[in-house]
């Protein structure tokens, strides 16, 4: 047998013992043949790709003539929707020059030509070609400063808002257009309004329509114009759902249900388990020495289920609070810490400052376990005769209780079982010949349990 050599550390980090192998050389005919292939699969895709160019072009340059466009914006539009908006390229001084002077016009209320730019090239084209590179930065600097007053001055007028809210919602749908078509995703959106001086009807896209088909399958109770009025409800009441309650009582339930759901959404980002629930009576065996976590922050007196903190909603909202901003969270243990508050609890134990909760005892504790139903054949117990078998088998049975065992009685030999069968028999649910004694063929039946006896 081959020695084994023993695993160093200078033989597992040696380098690898590369194959000297040489592969077989391929033959001339399969090299030309593979190549002619190749070279061929290589043109029909340089074909096929030119095709599909000029389809493309033909395409956007078709779907432009109506609007006055050239066949470039759709394709910008198929390649970078909503780019422009994610990564706005920068203003070159080109369009600054130009936009300041269309600006300067109006103030000085001169009409700027009805073709735009292409008017104002060709009426102060001259200008701009004798702007130095200062002042070309200088009218950069001046257009980005008018787009910032314009934000700044602008009427928030409802007809203004109501313009925006649609305008913004359009640049969101193309921009999970394009994301779509860039990168594969679906999904949907709802923007809703938050205040009551502007409202509007909650705005809805989904990348595919089958997306709203299938929500009413994941969610029975999904119908997607209550979904968003609901939302805008939510929104408007600021984005706290106690808001929406009627009254005190009612509130102080969300705010219960709420602190639930806080806390065990803390528990199990503390312990990466997702399953975690908060326990507070078994707070100490159960989250401390079972999770590795203690609760920092607790804001109020002893630490109990939000049940019993009654109904007051400052304090149930100052518990709210302290979970919401994090000043109120679960920490992370080590070994060290976890082993000493565990000697801390035990000797609370002991001192009786902390009882355990234990579980109820089996009021049966010590009986033997089984079928006490009566069994055929078996003298009754109540009975003034007694056997020395009789007497032995209870001394057997009084043992078994005061031992503590868990024995089950055995049938006897011939009669029934202690099993289904025997309970369906006696049930009167068996057969017929599971409740028939075996009998032996010299025992006989007598006639009057037989059959009637006639006279004449």
């Known amino acids: 047998m081959p ?8 033989i597992l980090s040696a380098p690898r013992m590369r194959s000297t192998t040489q592969r077989p050389k391929v033959p001339a005919a399969q090299l030309a043949a593979q190549r002619a292939a190749a070279k061929d699969r290589r043109e029909k895709m340089d074909a096929a790709l030119k095709k599909f160019y000029s389809d493309v072009n033909t395409l956007a340059e078709t779907a432009a003539q109506p609007f006055d466009l050239k066949g470039r914006f759709f394709l910008d539009q198929l390649i970078y929707a909503g780019q422009d908006f994610i990564r706005p390229r920068k203003d070159n ?3 600054a020059f130009y936009s300041n002077k269309a600006k300067e016009l109006r103030e000085q209320g001169i009409g700027v030509p009805e073709d735009g730019i292409v008017g104002l090239h060709l009426e102060f084209g001259e200008e701009y070609e004798g702007l130095t590179k200062e002042q070309r930065q200088e009218e950069v600097k001046k257009h980005n400063k008018n787009k910032e007053d314009q934000a700044l001055i602008r009427r928030q007028t409802t007809a203004a808002k109501r313009s925006d809210y649609s305008a913004s919602c359009r640049i969101l749908m193309d921009v999970m257009d394009g994301m779509k078509r860039r990168i594969g995703i679906d999904g949907f959106f709802c923007v809703v309004t938050n205040s009551v001086d502007f409202t509007a009807e909650p705005y809805w896209y989904f990348t595919d329509d089958e997306i709203a ?4 399958i994941a969610s029975r109770s999904w119908v997607t114009s209550h979904v968003g009025y609901k939302l805008r409800a939510f929104a408007t009441a600021g ?6 309650a009627g009254n005190a009582n009612e509130k102080a339930k969300v705010l219960k249900a709420d602190i639930v759901n806080r806390m065990n959404t803390a528990l199990a980002d ?11 009576v078994n707070y100490d065996r159960l989250i401390v020495q079972g999770m590795g976590v203690v609760l920092e922050g607790w804001p109020l007196g002893p630490l109990v289920q939000p049940n019993r903190l009654g109904n007051s909603l400052p304090q149930l909202t100052k518990l709210r609070d302290a979970l919401k901003d994090g000043s109120c969270k679960f920490r992370k243990i080590d070994r060290a ?13 002991a001192d009786g400052e902390v009882v355990e909760k234990t579980r109820k005892g089996r009021s049966d504790r010590g009986v033997r376990r089984g079928p006490r139903v009566p069994i055929e054949g078996e003298e009754d117990s109540s009975s003034d005769e007694s056997t020395p078998d009789d007497d032995e088998g209870e001394e057997e049975a009084s043992a078994g209780i005061r031992d503590g065992s868990r024995k089950r009685k055995r049938s006897k030999k011939g009669g029934p079982s ?3 069968k025997a309970k369906r028999a006696r049930n009167g649910k068996g057969k017929e010949k599971e409740n028939i004694p075996p009998t032996s063929p010299s025992e006989s039946t007598p006639p009057s349990e037989s059959m009637p006896v006639t006279t004449d």
């Open 3 to 10: 020695s084994k050599t023993p695993a160093t550390l200078p």
């Open 93 to 95: 001084a080109y369009n």
């Open 213 to 216: 088909g299938y929500m009413k």
């Open 239 to 244: 984005c706290d759902v106690t808001n929406l």
């Open 270 to 280: 503390a312990t990466d388990n997702f399953d975690a629930r908060m326990e507070y």
């Open 337 to 349: 810490e976890k082993d000493a508050l565990y000697k801390e609890w035990q000797q609370k134990i």
């Open 418 to 420: 202690l099993g289904s």
